[in-house]
């Protein structure tokens, strides 16, 4: 076991990027998981907190392998993986259909999460992206490609752990990635944390709410 929790990996990953603090960061979490993992990193950076809403699209008949992924935006952005489409199977009709059940659910959380906050302006800032860990990283390129679209000034990707081959790809797609643990024996994310309970909507809403508390200059962060 590498962490006890999300927002003991949190803090560990803050740590790691203490020298981003006072260079005009945004700390942008993958919702769910993610955001216990961010809050704890904005809070330590004294940054803003917002919310990439990305999704996986899983192969209909096996839902956890990513065909691609989609992120939300004036435009969505889709991510195919051809290698994974070709090798399912999977129809046009069938990868359409998929990708149309990902939006719905984006436009579902962006109401329940956000809704009528104004999205963080990342231009010409750091954009800091956090999430809990990553197996492919397929939508964590979604996410990274997604949000160039915002010009922000650089994008960091920072996770707890990763598989080594995924990290090391995605150095071509971020500007800085930070990654605590690179297990050469990978198997999946939770396996990596002693307490890796699914999180829902309203504590994805209250971490966010808290954060805009401390923002507005309200109650200090509690650790």
């Known amino acids: 076991m590498s962490f006890d929790n999300r927002s003991e990996a949190g803090l560990r990953l803050a740590e790691a990027l203490e020298h981003y603090r006072g260079k005009n960061a945004v700390v942008l979490a993958l919702p769910r998981g993610g955001v216990p993992v961010a809050a704890e990193v904005a809070a330590f950076l004294d940054a803003p907190l917002d919310l990439l809403l990305v999704r996986k699209i899983g192969v209909p008949a096996q839902p956890e ?129 002693r307490d890796f309970r699914q999180l829902k909507d309203q504590d994805v809403i209250a971490l966010m709410d808290a954060a805009e508390r401390r923002m507005a200059g309200g109650s200090p962060p509690d650790h």
């Open 65 to 193: 392998l990513a065909m691609g992924a989609v992120i939300d935006g004036s435009s969505p952005l889709i991510v195919r993986n051809e290698d994974i489409i070709r090798h399912a199977l999977v129809s046009a009709k069938e990868f359409d259909a998929a990708c149309r059940a990902e939006l719905a659910e984006i436009e579902r959380r962006r109401r329940a999460y956000v809704g009528e906050r104004p999205p963080v302006d990342v231009e010409g800032r750091i954009a800091i992206i956090v999430d809990d860990g990553i197996a492919t990283g397929a939508t964590i390129r979604a996410a990274i490609r997604g949000l160039r679209r915002r010009n922000p000034s650089s994008i960091v990707l920072a996770v707890p752990v990763a598989p080594p081959d995924t990290i090391e790809a995605l150095r071509n797609e971020a500007d800085d990635v930070v990654c605590l643990e690179e297990p050469a024996y990978f198997q999946a994310i939770g396996l990596h944390y």
